[in-house]
């Protein structure tokens, strides 16, 4: 039985109220589990039967025969599928210029109905900024897709509580915030907005949790329901660079990089700090 205000979507996954989200997502996954009547072991088991029961339900493309737009080269419309299975959780690793991006929004215009997607907010470098609403228009015609290019423009559409697709560019996120200082208006606007998905576009930018970019990706992650993420190089150079992205896909699996760099990367803590050695 479901507690503390969980409720289950129609694609069995469960949606957690907003009073628990900070604690939670940021690694303290004891009051979910303890909100949903579970221990935290059968709380992981139950998550991963839901995600095998839903690949085992087919894509929806199976359902929507005609929803995915012509146009789409094999492997796109197979890359189409994979988004569509996963519930738009999970990273996308693909070669630079095979189009992830359209297929994201593919996706997009396939299941924001069935997922109760309203609101999406999508970080993209500065040079794809202004063609991702022209693409949105050919791929996901059913998505209102918006261009924010200046703090000023993402604050007027989150604060007005626009439904559709916000785009931004990892420079709105590479601002250095003191530790104890307010978040920028435009960052608080997209938080208050709590957008139902976050989809990072080449998201190699944010680099480790200490960087301006990693920590304001993860804040944004723990008031999204959904969390997609697209790289061309998915294996970082560095342990932490890595463990961030798995962090901001799933911070329960992930809650910190001390048991991620003991237990996979030969991780040897110091007096003074963690060594990373080979494993």
Not at 74 to 86: A, F, M
């Amino acid at each position: 039985a479901l507690s503390a205000g969980l409720t289950v979507d129609k694609m069995g996954w469960f949606r957690v109220p907003p009073v628990l989200v900070g604690e939670v997502l940021r690694g303290r996954w004891l009051p979910v589990a303890q909100a949903a009547g579970l221990p935290v072991e059968q709380w992981r088991a139950w998550s991963l039967r839901e995600r095998e029961r839903l690949s085992a339900q087919g894509s929806p493309l199976t359902a929507h025969p005609g929803g995915v737009p012509s146009g789409l080269r094999p492997y796109q419309v197979e890359g189409v599928d994979w988004i569509c299975r996963s519930g738009f959780t999970g990273l996308l690793g693909d070669d630079m210029g095979l189009g992830k991006t359209i297929q994201v929004l593919a996706a997009l215009n396939l299941l924001q109905g069935p997922l109760e997607i309203r609101r999406t907010l999508i970080v993209v470098t500065a040079s794809v900024l202004d063609n991702c609403p022209r693409e949105a228009a050919r791929w996901a015609p059913a998505v209102d897709v918006r261009a924010a290019s200046t703090p000023a423009q993402i604050s007027a559409l989150a604060d007005s509580a626009f439904d559709g697709a916000i785009v931004i560019t990892w420079g709105m996120l590479s601002k250095k915030i003191p530790r104890g200082q307010p978040w920028p208006k435009a960052l608080a606007s997209l938080m208050r907005w709590a957008p139902d998905l976050l989809v990072a576009d080449e998201a190699q930018y944010a680099k480790d949790a200490s960087s301006s970019r990693g920590e304001a990706l993860m804040e944004l992650s723990y008031v999204a329901r959904r969390r997609l993420l697209m790289t061309g190089t998915p294996m970082r150079n560095r342990p932490m660079e890595l463990w961030t992205l798995l962090h901001v896909l799933d911070p329960i699996a992930y809650p910190s990089f001390k048991p991620f760099g003991e237990e996979h990367c030969g991780v040897v803590h110091r007096r003074y700090g963690g060594k990373v050695y080979s494993s």
